[in-house]
């Protein structure tokens, strides 16, 4: 069965050093997404991502967040400045929602650690 | 605006015993509702998903879920507990009015399985 995979699983970088999060969707799916986990706390959005545009992103996504499509497969997210409250974990999620109900599937995450 | 309350952020059942997790949510249009399962380490994977064909949705690892209107739930159950269903369960609604729309889980419950 078709995955999200997301590289690298474990990121650790030192606070205000800019850091790329990689994901590659399913192959057929249209619409793309961020979301992160901080520890013991609950999965919240962070932006979602059709046509090589941003449809909504959350109060978290402030101006240090930027997401892109650089190509045909692969979808970023980049932290420009991390900060320590930036240590997460990251999950990349696309779904093929031209058919109404369908559900966001999720890699295994990338744990960002800031120093 | 959507959200969902899972009541119980940790659970306790024995190995063999009926699994019962609970999910309301609030929504001002009639949602997607979903359940997502994480293992330790591991991403979000789908259980099960309302979509408001069947209210009674079955699920994988024979987890089941079913749709209240009227009392606005969708709890998760399971007939049997076995030791691997030890993880952390999340109900999550989504908007289907919009095809990218974000989806906004709960405070997830973990689940402990008793030997």
């Known amino acids: 069965e078709p995955e999200v995979t997301q590289t690298p699983s474990h990121q650790v970088t030192q606070m205000g050093q800019e850091v790329i999060l990689r994901c590659v969707p399913i192959s057929n799916h249209l619409y793309f997404y961020w979301y992160r986990q901080i520890l013991g706390q609950k999965v919240e959005f962070l932006v979602s991502f059709y046509n090589n545009e941003i449809s909504e992103k959350s109060e978290i996504f402030d101006d240090q967040f930027s997401v892109e499509r650089p190509d045909g497969s692969n979808f970023t997210l980049k932290i420009r400045s991390t900060k320590l409250e930036d240590s997460a974990m990251y999950f990349c999620a696309s779904s093929d929602q031209d058919r109404a109900g369908q559900p966001q599937h999720f890699g295994d995450g990338t744990r960002l650690s800031i120093l | 605006a959507q959200s969902v309350t899972q009541l119980g952020s940790h659970v306790s059942v024995s190995e063999g015993a009926l699994v019962l997790l609970r999910c309301n949510y609030s929504?001002?249009?009639?949602?997607?509702l979903f359940w997502y399962v994480q293992y330790p380490n591991q991403g979000l994977q789908l259980l099960l998903k309302?979509?408001?064909?069947?209210?009674l949705v079955k699920g994988i690892n024979g987890f089941e879920a079913e749709f209240k209107k009227s009392e606005t739930s969708f709890h998760l159950t399971k007939p049997s507990a076995h030791m691997s269903d030890a993880a952390e369960y999340f109900c999550a609604v989504s908007d289907r009015r919009n095809r990218d729309d974000k989806i906004i889980f709960g405070k997830g419950t973990r689940l402990h399985i008793l030997p």
């Open positions: 309302y979509t408001s064909a069947a209210t």
């Open positions: 929504s001002s249009v009639p949602p997607y």
